[in-house]
């Protein structure tokens, strides 16, 4: 089994930027997505970014032109560099990456946006 651990979130004031990462216990392969999602108090889970094996890319229209989701490697899959930071970003961050096989979730990292 596959754990996923993001790190990078924090208190950034609004116009800040912060970098997410999704480390993995051990090397994933067979990836055909990952992708970033946040949940803020009270609210559902929402799709933030995603990028697919082929390298495609899907954001929120609330944070296109703001966040960019990249690929890393086989243990560090996904990044999420997020700038222009708003309050309405705070949320905690999950990390996901779907195989062929199976559909990893991190724990999750809270980002919070106050001045």
């Known amino acids: 089994q596959v754990q996923l651990v993001e790190s990078g979130g924090g208190l950034v004031q609004p116009g800040g930027s912060l970098r997410l990462s999704c480390a993995a216990s051990r090397s994933i392969f067979g990836i055909n997505a990952m992708g970033w999602y946040r949940q803020a108090q009270g609210k559902q889970r929402e799709l933030v970014a995603a990028i697919t094996s082929g390298g495609s890319t899907n954001y929120a229209d609330s944070v296109k032109g703001r966040f960019t989701i990249s690929r890393d490697n086989a243990k560090n899959p996904v990044i999420l560099q997020m700038n222009s930071l708003k309050p309405e970003d705070t949320a905690v961050y999950y990390c996901?990456?779907?195989?062929?096989?199976?559909?990893?979730w991190g724990q999750g990292t809270q980002v919070t946006v106050s001045s």
């Open positions: 996901n990456v779907v195989t062929v096989l199976s559909d990893y």
